[in-house]
């Protein structure tokens, strides 16, 4: 098993540019999260999914977008980046019974800069 | 809006010494907490609390909920170099900001 796998490692970007952020889970885990952390402020949750075809906003969703179209894949989208943006981006998948969610499994993390 | 908050922010002990660290939340339907730990990469799981007064036990880390306070602990006893971490706390997909642990030799 990779576990939770998110690429690239590191990206610079330069402000009003878009990109992707990919993260492929191998767990068969029906919840999905992205979060951000930024020094100081733990692990804020920008959008999540609780199944394929499912997603919700967090806290911190304005400037991100997601789809989950299948139950392995959970990319995030920065439509416009600007330097607030420059972060850490986790992905994180668990498995659920019901309401009730299990530990979370992270990938190795995203280093964002936006100039 | 659920909160998870958590104290100390940080915390400087030496070596061989026993730490507390809390986590208090205020959530609409709470499930379960979760412990995790952070060196320099991803947050790796520590313990997964549902029912109040049960502790659960890894080496020298424990773990208490209690549901009627809304609050849990995280102890490490004979702390060692290498416990230096953030430790987080989370209620479903909401976490602390973490305390930050520095053992000094």
């Known amino acids: 098993n990779a576990g939770v796998t998110q690429t690239p490692k590191f990206q610079v970007l330069k402000t009003g540019q878009s990109m992707t952020l990919q993260c492929a889970q191998d767990?068969?885990?029906?919840?999905m999260s992205w979060y951000r952390q930024d020094p100081g402020m733990g692990l804020r949750l920008i959008h999540y999914?609780?199944?394929?075809?499912?997603?919700d906003q967090g806290e911190v969703p304005n400037g991100y977008n997601v789809s989950r179209s299948t139950t392995e894949d959970f990319p995030l989208r920065l439509l416009s980046a600007a330097p607030s943006q420059t972060s850490v981006y986790f992905c994180?998948?668990?498995?659920?019974?019901?309401?009730?969610?299990?530990?979370?499994?992270f990938g190795p993390g995203t280093r964002l800069t936006v100039t | 809006e659920d909160k998870v908050v958590q104290s100390p922010l940080s915390l400087v002990v030496h070596e061989g010494d026993t730490v507390t660290l809390n986590c208090s939340y205020e959530?609409?339907?709470?499930?379960?907490l979760l412990w995790y730990k952070q060196e320099k990469k991803a947050p790796t799981f520590l313990f997964m609390l549902t029912s109040s007064g049960i502790e659960k036990k890894s080496g020298r880390l424990s773990s208490i909920l209690d549901k009627k306070e809304l609050f849990s602990i995280l102890n490490i006893t004979a702390t060692q170099t290498g416990d230096s971490a953030v430790y987080l706390c989370?209620?479903?997909?909401?976490f602390g900001t973490g305390t930050r642990l520095t053992i000094i030799p």
């Open positions: 959530v609409t339907n709470f499930r379960s």
């Open positions: 999914s609780v199944g394929a075809g499912i997603t």
């Open positions: 989370a209620v479903a997909l909401t």
């Open positions: 994180a998948s668990s498995y659920s019974e019901g309401t009730l969610s299990y530990e979370q499994y």
């Open positions: 767990m068969n885990h029906e919840y």
